[in-house]
């Protein structure tokens, strides 16, 4: 991707780039990525499936993505769903109808939208088993979106997944689902209480999926991804957040990929040396979607102020989004794990009418007394936390139509300067509003 100096500037060298959801997913990371974009050849997204949601505001126009790469809004990009996506087949479709609906030209997508059938497809029976495994849970539940990627990628990594390339040969079809299905069945039956399916059944599903994928199956993948690698500029496309990460995040209450800058290597097809910068998304503030712990969480009516103005609702699942305060520990974290060399921190604008703004920059243990600036990885513990918060004057005023650094109020850069020195990282974005032009590189 092009360096952020050469974005702002509009000269032409570039770099490849990662954009990595740096708290519990929903920081605006499709907003950075629909920005850096405009440079770049490609954009691959390299891990997750239907349960993420991203809107991109353009010409006060918003467009909902939750599979498909967010580049898709310029012409002459390459958008790849790369091997690390899951893919559920009628939520691909239905979210191809609706943007074209919006007015993305059909064409384009059957121009430009590539899939790597190395992807794994999510079966009926993978949601099912979601949805009857979430309910069961009870108070327990994870949160999940009920899309069936959890299942999806079990079978994956227990080898009885049906990825894209085998729609295409039915007989190396049929040998897999002679396998697949027992196992699925007697699974379905015996464990969940749910429909089995027969062959024949298995195999009319496969079709109609294959119809669907049949004009964005890119089979010569190896010749464009090299091309691409060796020639063009690559901008790698993330879903969720490090605290979701399969290994790093909050488990159980994650995902089942990994949205680190690592995992993009890996889920699109390319080397880790490839990746020449990591972008981590921040909210001037942190949400999190579901379930799971929260330490700088508010329940109060400053909780309720952040989620009305920062229009805080799940775009795949319109369930409200649980607002707090900045957790610098959780941020700390993601830099060291999410592999993040830079920062683009959105919505800042929210604080613009708070006369008061806290940062928490460390965890009180509320039985020992003991205070630690390092994230606690057991997650059960989490509610022996309290937040040690740092506290700053808020600048009350209008922030939404600054597009630079140095005409932010004091106040704001006093904030920012700190959430810098909290992280580690510095911060070389800052969005102040939903459109591209509410944008400031530093």
């Known amino acids: 991707m092009t360096s952020l100096k050469s974005i702002k500037e509009g000269e032409e060298n570039v770099e490849n780039t990662v954009v990595v ?6 920081e605006g990371k499709a907003k950075i990525t629909d920005l850096l974009a405009s440079k770049a050849d490609v954009v691959i997204r390299y891990q997750g499936g239907s349960n993420a949601g991203h809107t991109v505001v353009y010409n006060n126009k918003k467009y909902k993505f939750h599979l498909i790469p967010s580049g898709i809004l310029y012409e002459n990009k390459l958008c790849f769903l790369g091997a690390g996506v899951v893919i559920k087949p009628d939520d691909f479709k239905k979210e191809l109808d609706e943007l074209i609906a919006e007015g993305i030209p059909a064409e384009r997508f059957k ?134 990460d399969i290994d790093y995040g909050t ?45 700088t969480e508010l329940t109060d009516e400053t909780g309720a102020k952040i989620q009305d103005i ?59 007394g003991e205070i630690t600036e390092y994230y606690p990885t057991n997650v059960y513990t989490h509610k022996d936390f309290e937040p040690v918060y740092e506290i700053f004057k808020g600048w009350m005023s209008d922030t939404s139509d600054i597009k630079e650094f140095d005409k932010l109020p004091n106040e704001a850069k006093i904030y920012l300067k700190r959430l810098e020195e909290v992280c580690g990282a510095p911060i070389k974005i800052v969005s102040t509003g939903p459109d591209r032009e509410q944008t400031m590189f530093i």
């Open 310 to 368: 920062g229009a805080e609702f799940g775009a795949t699942t319109g369930r409200p989004r649980r607002c707090g305060w900045f957790d610098g520990v959780i941020a700390k974290y993601s830099v060291l794990v999410g592999g993040i060399s830079s920062i683009a921190l959105t919505k800042l604008d929210v604080f613009d009418t708070f006369s008061e703004i806290k940062l928490c920059t460390a965890y009180k243990n509320k039985l020992t």
């Open 21 to 26: 959801g740096a708290q519990f997913g929903d």
């Open 251 to 295: 488990y159980p209450y994650v995902t089942s990929s990994s949205p680190v800058g690592g995992g993009a290597g890996v889920g699109a097809s390319m080397g880790p040396l490839t990746i020449k910068e990591v972008i981590g998304v921040f909210k001037a503030y942190i949400t999190r979607v579901g379930e799971g712990p929260f330490v």
């Open 111 to 244: 121009k430009a939208l590539k899939i790597n059938p190395l992807a794994h497809i999510t079966m009926p029976w993978h949601t099912e088993i979601d949805g009857y495994s979430e309910s069961s849970l009870g108070k327990n539940k994870i949160g999940t979106t009920k899309k069936g990627i959890g299942p999806t990628y079990t079978d994956k990594y227990a080898r009885i997944g049906i990825r894209v390339e085998d729609l295409f040969n039915e007989e190396t079809l049929k040998t897999k689902l002679d396998v697949i299905l027992p196992v699925k069945n007697k699974t379905l039956d015996k464990v969940y209480n749910l429909k089995t399916y027969t062959i024949d059944e298995a195999l009319e599903i496969c079709r109609k999926y294959k119809e669907i994928f049949a004009p964005y199956v890119c089979f010569e993948w190896q010749k464009v991804l090299d091309d691409a690698k060796r020639n063009k500029t690559i901008l790698f496309e993330g879903a969720q957040g490090v605290l979701l």
